[in-house]
């Protein structure tokens, strides 16, 4: 890397939100009795990472400059709401609400309904196209500094509209467009390469006119320097990050566990979730 | 042959045999229409799928090729990058296919341009059978059901190159996505060229009479108000009026219309479930009007067109003047059934 090592005090961020994740996450799906706990596992430390100095934003969650994030994988929405109250985008007692009738904040993220989500998502496959809708608008309106970052899940590479997507981002040299993959390893029925084989992930994104990055997605030094080094240019190939992450990486038990992709933990089994996560921060 | 096809019907000057291509087409005029547009408004960009010279964006692109954006043959990824487009304060113009728009990216436009608002227009031309002999994956009949049932989305059928151009003109600030459901361009002049007069969500009457509403969109306006010329010769007045808003549809003057002459025949270019006749029989129900005898001709419920040249198509499923004269006197006569559905 040719930039310096990230500061140990933004390093320490990462953690910090990292576990503030996990944990919010543990708390707001006991509250509805139903959530994808090991979807946001894996990708915790991303989360932290660009909302750690990462990602370009600032107090107003509308400014136009800012960088976007499109959660692709919509469902690990329940993991980002934590980090928004935490930015002050909205009241931290939303949260004690997640999912009750009425609440802005839903298992899949709305844009429309809470501030600081950039695009309402929950449809696999669609958040790349978004992102390329994002980075020529970005362009053509000279937001120079401003980019759509999009997070996706490995499984959800089985889209077709993934790849029409990544084919029109080259197409368009969309130098401002990142992808990251939360190369968790498992969709909903199992591993990725048994339910439907989506590797060589990054042949595939090469062979379309990517530049292709590899990362251990739960090291937040390695995040900030990959993540960070990613350049911010007009016009050139897209960028995309994959993650080697393991799904409900944190929980022992729910590591690359199919029956925890939607699970519940009861009130005693949640202590004792809570109890592991904080022996680990 | 079955004996459900009718006599032959010989090709004739509006047939798609016939060399009339280079005559005004709403596609054409939209291409323009949008060009004049974005002379003096940067919001706006035109995007297309590998369909330009069809749906002549190209004339669009010719003049601000900065902002035309061809996606390639990839309609549901054209959907949601417009979506993209719009966050940051654009006005894209997405154009392709009917079949293709509406039915291949329904969901597309659910869930990326109408849940969040977004003010995306589709041109969705080609629509109904308008494509004849290229048959059922290039006919568009059921996506006015979809897009009619998709809360905040504007749904408008031109019927020709004027209120094309009005309803274009007249949208541009308007709120959330819209659906136009337009034609081939080879639709005849129904309105003045130089009329300005469209007005979103109101249907428009072209005739009074006191017997019998006729209730058109698109392609099937024209045949509507010349079937009315021919029940004249019946004794029989006709309404003509042109419900070019599918939604939000004008109940209230629906309503109105049907409580004064009791009898509504719809005539659609489309499947005679979910598109105008549903529109208006929702509008009957939700208005409580009772005693109307609502006839409704389209495509058969149970059926995918046949193919053939559109002319030919439109004399088969009786959309035109002769199949609507016939179908009205049927809805006049208290013996018949009051739809072929």
């Known amino acids: 890397m040719s930039q310096a090592a990230p500061a140990p005090a933004v390093v320490a961020e990462v953690r910090r939100r990292a576990a503030l994740v996990r944990r919010e996450t543990v708390r707001l799906i006991g509250i509805a009795k139903s959530g994808h706990y090991t979807s946001v596992f894996s990708c915790a430390e991303i989360f932290a990472a660009l909302y750690s100095g990462i990602m370009r934003i600032d107090d107003d969650p509308q400014s136009p400059e800012r960088d976007r994030l499109i959660i692709s994988k919509g469902h690990a929405a329940v993991g980002l709401y934590p980090l928004l109250a935490e930015r002050g985008y909205f009241p931290t007692d939303w949260l004690d609400e997640y999912t009750r009738l009425g609440s802005p904040l839903g298992d899949h993220p709305d844009m429309r309904r809470v501030p600081g989500v950039d695009f309402s998502s929950g449809s696999i496959g669609h958040g790349l196209s978004i992102g390329v809708g994002m980075a020529l608008a970005a362009r053509s309106e000279g937001f120079a500094e401003t980019r759509p970052w999009v997070l996706l899940g490995d499984q959800e590479l089985n889209e077709g509209q993934v790849w029409e997507a990544a084919t029109a981002a080259a197409h368009f040299q969309l130098g401002n467009l990142c992808a990251i993959v939360d190369r968790n390893q498992m969709g909903l029925d199992g591993m990725t390469e048994e339910v439907m084989a989506v590797e060589p992930i990054d042949a595939k994104f090469a062979s379309f006119g990517w530049d292709v990055r590899h990362v251990d997605g739960h090291d937040p030094v390695a995040l900030l320097e990959v993540l960070g080094s990613v350049e911010r240019v007009q016009r050139g190939r897209p960028t995309c990050v994959i993650a080697a992450t393991v799904k409900g990486k944190g929980i022992g038990y729910m590591e690359l566990s199919r029956t925890w992709h939607l699970g519940y933990l009861a009130p005693a089994d949640a202590e004792v979730a809570l109890e592991e996560l904080a022996a680990d921060a | ?341």
Request: aromatic letters at 6%.
């Open chain 2, 1 to 341: 042959m079955p004996d459900r096809f009718r006599a032959p019907v010989p090709a004739d000057q509006a047939s798609w045999d016939m060399a009339t291509s280079e005559g005004l087409s709403r596609a054409a005029v939209s291409g323009e229409v949008l060009a004049d547009l974005a002379d003096d408004d940067p919001r706006i960009v035109v995007l297309t799928g590998d369909l330009k010279y069809s749906n002549r964006t190209v004339d669009f692109e010719k003049r601000h090729p900065g902002r035309f954006y061809n996606l390639g043959i990839a309609e549901q990824n054209m959907v949601s990058v417009a979506a993209g487009m719009a966050t940051f304060g654009l006005r894209p113009y997405a154009a392709t296919f009917a079949s293709f728009l509406g039915l291949l990216c329904a969901e597309q436009i659910r869930t990326d341009l109408a849940y969040p608002g977004l003010p995306v227009r589709l041109l969705a031309h080609h629509a109904g059978i308008s494509l004849g002999f290229y048959g059922t994956s290039h006919h568009a009949t059921e996506e006015l059901g979809l897009m009619r049932a998709m809360a905040g989305m504007t749904v408008i059928c031109p019927c020709d190159a004027a209120s094309t151009r009005a309803a274009l003109r007249s949208t541009v600030d308007r709120d959330g996505p819209i659906y136009f459901r337009i034609g081939r361009g080879r639709e005849p002049d129904v309105y003045d060229a130089a009329a300005e007069t469209f007005e979103v969500g109101k249907l428009a009457e072209l005739r009074r009479g006191a017997d019998l509403a006729i209730v058109a969109n698109g392609i099937t306006v024209a045949p509507a108000l010349e079937a009315a010329e021919l029940l004249v010769a019946d004794g029989i007045e006709c309404s003509v009026l042109d419900a070019h808003t599918v939604r939000p549809f004008d109940a209230d003057g629906l309503c109105e219309v049907a409580r004064s002459c009791g009898h509504l025949l719809v005539v659609e270019e489309h499947n005679v479930y979910g598109g105008l006749a549903s529109a208006c029989a929702d509008a009957l129900v939700d208005g409580g009007v009772d005693g109307v005898r609502l006839g409704r001709l389209g495509l058969p419920a149970d059926e995918y067109s046949l193919i053939g040249p559109p002319t030919h198509l439109y004399r088969h499923y009786e959309l035109d003047a002769q199949g609507i004269a016939g179908r009205g006197k049927a809805l006049l006569d208290p013996s018949s059934a009051t739809s072929r559905a």
